[in-house]
């Protein structure tokens, strides 16, 4: 039963335009979400993170937003660079987290390719 | 180093045979976690640490995978009686405690 799903294993966007990655999640009671970025041959790296108290948290070109009642969030990258190429994991975590409040639950991650 | 410090990178072995793999976390880091990422797969949670309490071992696929964390720093996975479908790429991170995670490179084990 996954808990965090990227439906998306892949985006392609164009240098310059939006990338969106979305995430859903099943567990109403995660409190707290983060989205990680990795490379190849690298572990991951954080990137930004939003609580539950709010909607919106943006960090230049990043920004995530959260929809508590469709529990979904997504990943504004603005504008796209290709140095954003990298494989984008979302993570969530809460006080049911199998009982630890720091267990980070992660999706299968979406791969995002930046076309010069 | 300032990073989280994983050992080896990459590790090949035979079925059955046993197998260890170090962390060093970032020092001061409270707590630990080992994930895997198998192929196609997201990060699976496999163990966690904080401070001197028991650790969170609700992750742990087998009773052929145990962990220990000495001294409150550095931890071992050892993977005991080697399976193909353990192979996946192994990787620790420490933290303060709440949120952000520090990862290391990982280490890629293959089972052949």
């Known amino acids: 039963d996954q808990q965090v799903k990227q439906n998306s294993p892949s985006l392609s966007v164009q240098e310059g335009r939006i990338s969106i990655l979305n995430c859903d999640y099943t567990?109403?009671?995660?409190?707290?979400f983060l989205w990680y970025k990795k490379y190849p041959a690298e572990g991951p790296t954080f990137l930004i993170s939003i609580s539950s108290i709010k909607d919106k948290n943006e960090d230049g070109r990043f920004t995530v937003f959260l929809n508590k009642s469709a529990k979904h969030l997504s990943l504004h990258i603005v504008p796209s660079q290709p140095g954003d190429s990298a494989v984008y994991f979302c993570?969530?975590?809460?006080?049911?987290?199998?009982?630890?409040?720091?267990?980070?639950?992660f999706g299968k991650g979406t791969l995002l390719t930046v076309n010069p | 180093g300032a990073g989280v410090s994983q050992s080896p990178s990459n590790k090949v072995t035979e079925k059955g045979k046993d197998v260890e793999l170090r962390c060093d976390p970032i020092s001061g880091h409270t707590a630990l976690y080992w994930y895997r990422q198998s192929l196609g797969q997201g990060l699976e949670f496999l163990i966690y640490f904080q401070g001197n309490s028991a650790p969170d071992k609700s992750g742990l696929p087998s009773d052929r995978f145990s962990a220990e964390r000495t001294g409150g720093s550095v931890s071992t996975l050892t993977i005991q009686r080697t399976q193909q479908e353990d192979s996946a790429v192994y990787l620790c991170?420490?933290?303060?405690?709440?949120?952000?995670?520090?990862f290391g490179e990982g280490s890629r084990l293959t089972v052949l």
């Open positions: 567990n109403s009671m995660f409190d707290y």
């Open positions: 991170a420490s933290s303060h405690g709440v949120g952000e995670l520090f």
């Open positions: 993570a969530a975590s809460g006080p049911n987290s199998g009982g630890s409040n720091y267990k980070l639950t």
